[in-house]
């Protein structure tokens, strides 16, 4: 589990400016798990817990990845969708079935490495699916205008373009801006100043 409130660490160690930077990530993380406790059906602001699971918050950042990343204009169909394998279960993921995205419902599928990842605008690779599988799915995304997001360790040394990072305390992501500068994506200026990390600026 993972604290939500803990995103606000102890400030008074660290300068101005990385205080400035953990204040826009804790206001950015409360804004993902307000939106998914609506979509989970919360009748009130009162009704999000202060403890989300990974699962959720990974579930809520992978939506607003879809809502600050630009794609190329012939990217899309009817929907927006968010491909990922198919374990471990990741029932969280639902809860932004049909939620809007780029101005276009969003789609979840789950699939085999073996099918096609041309319906795919992202792709969540779970770290149960280890750094060996995780090659061959980036390798079947590469050259796509496929945005690839991971949890698994070193990601983005592997060619992917977001890791998500857990401490046991907070979740945050690092961004490698080359690989998705290869397939064709932009990240907006906003996600981009709350990564923990972005590599090829």
């Known amino acids: ?13 660290i300068c101005l400016s990385t205080r400035l930077r953990f204040a826009k990530i804790r206001h950015f993380i409360i804004g993902l798990i307000i939106a998914i406790a609506s979509t989970l059906g919360s009748a009130s602001l009162a009704s999000a817990q202060p403890i989300a699971s990974e699962q959720t918050l990974t579930a ?3 939506y607003n990845f879809l809502k600050f990343t630009e794609w190329p204009d012939d990217a899309f169909d009817n ?12 029932e969280e993921l639902d809860a932004i079935l049909g939620r809007i995205a780029q101005n276009k419902p969003v789609g979840i599928k789950r699939i085999t490495n073996q099918q096609s990842l041309n319906s795919c605008q992202l792709l969540f690779l779970p770290r149960e699916e280890g750094m060996q599988h995780v090659h061959e799915w980036l390798s079947a995304a ?29 979740l945050s992501f690092s961004i490698n801006l080359e690989y998705a500068r290869r397939a064709g994506l932009k990240f907006s200026a906003q996600l981009l100043q709350i990564a923990r990390q972005v590599r090829g600026r």
């Open 60 to 62: 809520a950042f992978l």
């Open 79 to 90: 929907e927006v969708t968010i491909c990922t394998s198919i374990k471990p279960e990741f």
């Open 142 to 170: 590469a050259d796509k205008p496929i945005l690839t997001v991971s949890n698994v360790n070193d990601f983005l040394d592997a060619g992917g373009m977001i890791q998500l990072n857990n401490d046991g305390k907070n």
């Open 1 to 13: 589990m993972i604290v939500f409130h803990s995103v606000s660490i102890d400030l008074n160690s």
